[in-house]
Nanobody, 124 residues
Framework: QLQLVESGGGLVQPGGSLRLSCAAS????????IGWFRQAPGKEREGVSC????????KYADSVKGRFTISRDNAKNTVYLQMNNLKPEDTAVYYC?????????????????WGQGTQVTVSS
């Protein structure tokens, strides 16, 4: 059974950092592009970042450029999202998702498999 599991969310003060992890089971993560998405209450799901199969190419939403870094360790079948200088507007449920192929998209419609999400709350 193909499964993605996110972890690492929590409550953090503005300016703080968190590292999210996306672990795969039932398939080899290294064959797929992985994306991170988020959805805040009352808002549509938005693409945050994505990374190529090898990790050599990445893409970021303008709202997180310079603050978030996506990376992957295919040997551990895991993708990470390092989030620094967090802001209250980063508060959302964060999801990872996988897609076949090599193109990098920040649109959720291109992704086939989804995790259950992890809550990130940025508040003082």
């Amino acid at each position: 059974q193909l499964q993605l599991v996110e972890s690492g969310g929590g409550l953090v003060q503005p300016g703080g950092s968190l590292r999210l992890s996306c672990a795969a089971s039932g398939f080899t993560l290294g064959y797929r592009v992985i994306g991170w998405f988020r959805q805040a209450p009352g808002k549509e799901r938005e693409g945050v970042s994505c990374i190529s199969n090898s990790g050599g190419s990445t893409k970021y939403a303008d709202s997180v450029k310079g603050r978030f870094t996506i990376s992957r360790d295919n040997a551990k079948n895991t993708v990470y999202l390092q989030m620094n200088n967090l802001k209250p507007e980063d508060t959302a449920v964060y999801y990872c998702a996988a897609r076949a192929g090599s193109a990098l998209y920040l649109s959720s419609s291109y992704y086939d498999y989804w995790g259950q999400g992890t809550q990130v709350t940025v508040s003082s």
